[in-house]
């Protein structure tokens, strides 16, 4: 029988807006154990995680190293203490702001199974669902695929917290070998309401060596990154949709493009004409 883990790491995800209840319940049907790590909160979250009450979830309590300022690494630690205790065959990350769609749930089963016994494939890569500035909208310009399912049995680190990096034979890290899941990956962390990404902000930008910039509004970016989200959400986020995300969206006045608009353009363009998709991949992508 395969085994399957599930992890994450959390810290005052009460405060800062992040569906995190609804990501654990989204995944908790799929796994056999769920392995998060809980840095220490100004919030309820630990309370809130415990109150789910579930046999799968397994909690460790960490300290976040607060001197760690380097490209957002402390986050790769946290993501690291939290995968390094799962005990499954294959462990599957999810954020606190990114949910599974019930309806993908038996099909992401079927093709773990599908792939158990063939050791050429190190994971599984979703596609994504990047909203941004409203639950109605999606953002492009970043990665659109990457893999969240790693076979356990592998030398894996997170460098960043959010890829996976394989260690090879002790030669330079590369990135894994990966199959398509045959599922996506719904991701809020940039609709939640602007006060909610404010708070966050504040807290996370100094582990990355970054001042806090106050933030009132997702306008400031190029609209040619956007397209309408036409399918339909995990009906878990329902009451978090109605809640908790921010409702409209209008690109700031005064918004100049920048060079990266630029050539994000340029990329759209290429991929329109020529029917590719062009975004950077953190795989190899071994096919479906």
């Known amino acids: 029988m395969i085994k399957i883990s599930g992890f994450t790491f959390l810290r005052n995800a009460v ?51 607060e001197v760690m300022r380097d490209r957002g690494f402390v986050y790769g630690q946290q993501k690291m203490i939290a995968h390094y205790n799962c005990s499954g065959d294959w462990a599957f990350y999810l954020e606190g702001d990114e949910v599974l769609h019930e ?23 979703f596609d994504f669902f990047h909203f941004y500035g409203a639950p109605t909208q999606i953002g492009i310009a ?8 790693i076979r356990n049995s592998i030398r894996v680190i997170s460098p960043d917290g959010l890829y996976f990096v394989v260690l090879d034979k002790n030669k330079m890290g590369r990135y894994p070998r990966a199959k398509y899941a045959n599922a996506a990956i719904y991701h809020y962390g940039h ?13 996370v930008g100094k582990y990355w060596d970054a001042e806090h910039r106050p933030f009132d509004t997702y306008g400031y970016i190029d609209v040619a990154e956007l397209r309408p989200f036409n399918g339909n959400h995990p009906v878990v986020m329902a009451s978090w949709l109605e809640n908790s995300a921010e409702v409209h969206f209008s690109q ?14 340029i990329r759209f363009w290429i991929e329109e004409k020529l029917g590719v998709e062009v975004s950077k991949k953190h795989y190899k992508d071994l096919g479906v």
Request: hydrophobic content about 30%; charged content about 30%.
């Open 191 to 203: 609709c939640r309401k602007t006060e909610y990404t404010n708070s966050k902000l504040k807290q």
């Open 103 to 125: 309806d993908d749930l038996e099909k992401i089963r079927l093709q773990i199974e599908a792939v158990h016994k063939d050791y050429s494939v190190e994971a599984l890569y």
């Open 142 to 149: 970043g990665y659109r695929r990457a893999p969240r399912i």
């Open 252 to 265: 700031a006045p005064n918004y100049q493009l920048t060079r990266r608009d630029r050539r994000n353009r």
């Open 15 to 65: 405060m800062n807006g992040y569906p995190f209840v609804e990501s654990i319940q989204s995944l908790l049907p799929l796994v056999d154990e769920y392995v998060i790590a809980v840095g220490r909160s100004e919030d309820d979250t630990l309370n809130h995680i415990r109150a789910i009450d579930s046999p799968k979830i397994k909690i460790i309590e960490t300290q976040w190293n």
